[in-house]
């Protein structure tokens, strides 16, 4: 049976950052509530899965979870399934799993408690509505921050359309948070403790806004008026697309010092024409141009990318162009994937699907020459001196995990630290995913 009147809520979230920054804002809005966080999901009288539906593994994983969602006494939890599976599926998902309660999309989560309301009188509560009042303006401000690194999402939806992606339909059009808000949200955040902002968007790098003079402002625009809150150290922004990577942005990377030297810029596939085909509307050559361009202004610029392997008709040749982009662009961090059918998008109907065994094998050589790329450049960043931002507690005794500027992972062992401190360190090791440092001094705060 369901939990009648929940108390507590437990929020687990799939996929992409903004999920987690959505996450984020749902913990918020239930705590205003009154309602507490729980131990454990076993705990919970409420559980909120915050889905992803950008590949069919991701949808899976959340229909079995739901399946396994009991709690300690056996009976069943209130059961919320938020975020873009919701979006999609809508009415689908009570009809394959009659236990959930509450279905909401990423524009609506902000009417959580009525939905609430409803299921709690044995009602299904549904609403996947793009309400035109945005979520962002009734939200409770935000707060004193659990980690010194926070997310700020600042553009939602996309206008572009790939031939392989959900997101257009499951979040929308593209729209941009004013400026003022984005201030105010940022200094709040500074406020409850973040001294680390990652900027969030489908396409971060397509925000535009005006600011308090009425003046037309880009994403640079925005990260200057950031780098003068003072209490903020750090500021980061995912994930870009080429075709908006301006002369201003780049040009930022070499003037404002609390930008991080790390770009996340999928470019998917080396072959033009299966760029064509995706509908990504630009070349591997003027990706290749925007990096040529941002390491002129920050030699030092860590790069990381997202790929996609058996896209419709890629051929052996298409292939082996991804991986000479890979070599010609050289990251330090990437995520592959494996091409995935999703329902309503022109590539799922596409000819020449390619057939799984093929993907695999490409995965797997894509990934072998990114790990290379990865493990030589954390290699390469031994010996030198950098600041770290401690974020969390290692697994060993006084240990300590803090992110370079460069975003690759630290331990460090220091029982006279702690989490937030912004801290001078030298690199002694490196593995292939994390790095050894030693404590140099600490920076003044
Ligand atoms: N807007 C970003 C861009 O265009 O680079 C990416 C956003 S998307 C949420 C994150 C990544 O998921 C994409 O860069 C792409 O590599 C991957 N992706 C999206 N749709 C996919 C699909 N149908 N199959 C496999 N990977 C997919
Ligand atoms: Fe999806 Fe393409 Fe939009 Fe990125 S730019 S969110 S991959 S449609």
């Known amino acids: 049976m369901t939990q009648a009147d929940p108390k507590n809520f437990h929020i687990k979230s799939f996929g992409c950052q903004m999920n987690v920054y959505d996450g984020e804002r749902m913990a918020e809005l239930l705590v205003d509530q009154g309602m507490s966080v729980a131990v454990s999901g076993e705990d919970a009288d409420l559980v909120v899965l915050n889905t992803c539906h950008i590949r069919e593994k991701a949808v899976d994983k959340v229909y079995s979870d ?87 999402t600042v553009q939602e ?83 870009s697309h080429p075709n908006d990577m301006t002369e201003r942005l780049i040009a930022a990377h070499g003037e404002v010092a609390k930008l991080m030297p790390f770009l996340h810029l999928p470019v998917q596939s080396g072959s033009d024409r299966i760029l064509k085909a995706m509908n990504r509307s630009h070349s591997a050559q003027s990706y290749l141009d ?62 020449e699907q390619i057939a799984p065994e093929l993907m695999d094998e490409r995965l797997q050589r894509l990934q072998a020459l990114l790990n290379e790329q990865q493990y030589a450049f954390n290699l390469q960043t031994v010996g030198r001196t950098t600041d770290i931002l401690l974020e969390r507690q290692g697994k060993l005794e006084g240990q300590l995990l803090g992110k370079t500027p460069w975003l690759q992972s630290v331990h460090i062992i220091s029982p006279n630290l702690k989490i937030g401190d912004l801290v001078e360190i030298e690199i002694t090791q490196a593995g292939p995913n994390s790095l050894t440092g030693q404590i140099k001094e600490r920076l003044a705060a």
């Open 66 to 152: 739901i399946g396994r969602l009991r709690r300690k006494d056996g009976s069943s939890p209130m059961i919320a399934v938020a975020g873009c599976v919701a979006q999609a599926e809508g009415q689908e998902i009570s009809r394959r799993a009659p236990s959930v309660d509450i279905v909401v999309g990423p524009q609506a989560y902000h009417r959580l408690p009525e939905l609430m309301e409803l299921a709690k009188s044995g009602k299904k509560a549904l609403d996947t509505d793009m309400p035109a009042v945005s979520k962002f303006d009734v939200l409770p401000s935000r707060g004193k921050q659990a980690r010194p690194t926070a997310f700020l």
């Open 157 to 239: 939806g996309c206008d572009k359309f790939c031939t392989y992606c959900v997101v257009p339909y499951t979040r929308g059009a593209e729209i941009s948070r004013p400026w003022a808000d984005l201030i105010d949200e940022a200094k709040a955040l500074v406020d409850g403790g973040a001294r680390e902002i990652t900027l969030l968007g489908q396409n971060v790098n397509a925000w535009t806004g005006d600011d308090e003079k009425g003046n037309h402002q880009g994403l640079d625009g925005l990260i200057r008026a950031l780098d003068r809150i003072s209490g903020l150290k750090r500021i980061r922004y995912m994930t």
């Open 290 to 351: 925007i990096l040529e361009q941002m390491r002129k202004v920050r030699p030092d610029i860590a790069l990381s990318g997202d790929f996609i392997v058996g896209f419709p008709g890629e051929s052996d040749q298409d292939f082996e162009e991804t991986l000479q982009i890979v070599r010609d662009a050289n990251y330090s961090q990437a995520f592959s994937f494996k091409y995935s059918p999703r329902p309503g998008t022109p590539a799922a109907t596409m000819a």
